[in-house]
């Protein structure tokens, strides 16, 4: 069975990454691109959006602008991982069609009441828009089908804070809200997120077929491997490159990949140094019996990076003329 997917994206070299893997499996359907502030501003996102959708032959795919900052907060952006322009500075050709009028908070709504228990939102940026949408619509918490998030740090350190993901810790405020809605959560964090590497042997099988997306995708990987390893989030001898919103991706097509453990998750929003960290009650001590986030724990890495180089290889027929 096909899953109706909307993917609500900061594109980010892990954001194309994720989205060309989505689009290159025939087990979802992608029917929306919604942009959020995030990696870069909602402007380049959005344009970006198009930009990776004209690549891949997929204009067919609406894009809708989003939250251009958090909810209360000031926007953090992570261009040292991702470049000015979200793509490592590769440039991708100008988009032929335009973003949609409708704002995405509001698509999101019209898209989920439309199709009740039908769509998931993968979630693979800072989650505004999704809390947006929440409180335009609380009952929105029972038509969505599932939100797959990639954020959270249960077990292992955070990559914006000690203690806190980038996307949550850009907005935990939207996050309280997602989380405390109801809805059903999956969080795809760092603790799997740091055991799915793309091996040089992967990043050559996707090489050697020579697409359009491909060859892009490549290009702007270079820029995003030496900037973890200025960050100090990887090494001068380790090869391949992390795309932590793959795995999100991932999940929904491959849930066997997974350890998946239920618990109960708030997100901080008063401390000072905390903000943004997922607080996973596994025994209920607080009282919480029932859970409300699917957490992954765990992952074969191994072979949801195979699958990814073999999903992308196939993305598009091979090309003559460079893409630029």
């Not at 194309?16 to 691109?33: C, G, K, M, T």
């Not at 991982?81 to 988009?95: D, K, L």
């Not at 702007?220 to 390893?229: N, P, S, T």
Request: aromatic share 8%; proline share 5%; net charge negative.
């Amino acid at each position: 069975m096909v899953e109706r997917v909307i993917i609500d994206t900061d594109p980010g070299v892990d954001d194309l990454a994720a989205i060309y893997l989505a689009l290159a499996s025939p087990e979802l359907r992608v029917e929306a691109l919604t942009t959020v502030y995030g990696n870069i501003e909602v402007g380049t996102a959005t344009h970006n959006a198009l930009s990776l959708l004209e690549l891949a032959g997929r204009t067919d795919i609406p894009v809708y602008r989003g939250a251009s900052k958090p909810l209360i907060r000031q926007p953090y952006f992570a261009k040292h991982i991702h470049g000015n322009n979200g793509f490592g500075g590769v440039e991708a050709p100008s988009p032929t069609v335009s973003e949609a009028s409708e704002f995405a908070a509001m698509e999101i709504v019209r898209r989920c009441n439309e199709a009740p228990n039908e769509i998931t939102i993968l979630a693979l940026g800072p989650v505004t828009n999704v809390a947006l949408a929440l409180s335009i619509d609380p009952s929105l918490a029972e038509k969505v089908k599932r939100i797959i998030v990639m954020g959270g740090a249960v077990r292992v350190a955070g990559n914006y804070s000690p203690v806190a993901s980038f996307n949550l810790a850009s907005d935990p405020e939207a996050a309280r809200v997602m989380y405390e809605s109801g809805a059903p959560i999956v969080q795809v964090g760092l603790d799997v997120c740091t055991k799915v590497r793309i091996s040089q042997e992967n990043l050559d099988r996707i090489r050697v077929t020579n697409t359009r997306p491909g060859a892009f995708l490549l290009e702007a990987a270079e820029f995003r491997r030496k900037a973890y390893i200025a960050a100090k989030q990887s090494s001068e001898t380790e090869t391949g490159v992390y795309f932590n919103d793959v795995p999100a991706v991932a999940y929904a097509l491959w849930p066997e990949l997974f350890e998946v453990q239920s618990a109960f998750v708030s997100i901080e929003t008063a401390g000072e140094r905390t903000a943004g960290q997922t607080v996973v009650e596994f025994t209920g001590q607080w009282g919480h019996s029932e859970h409300n986030t699917s957490i992954l724990m765990d992952v074969d890495g191994e072979s949801v990076a195979k699958r990814f180089a073999e999903r992308i290889s196939t993305l598009e027929t091979q090309y003559v003329e460079p893409y630029k």
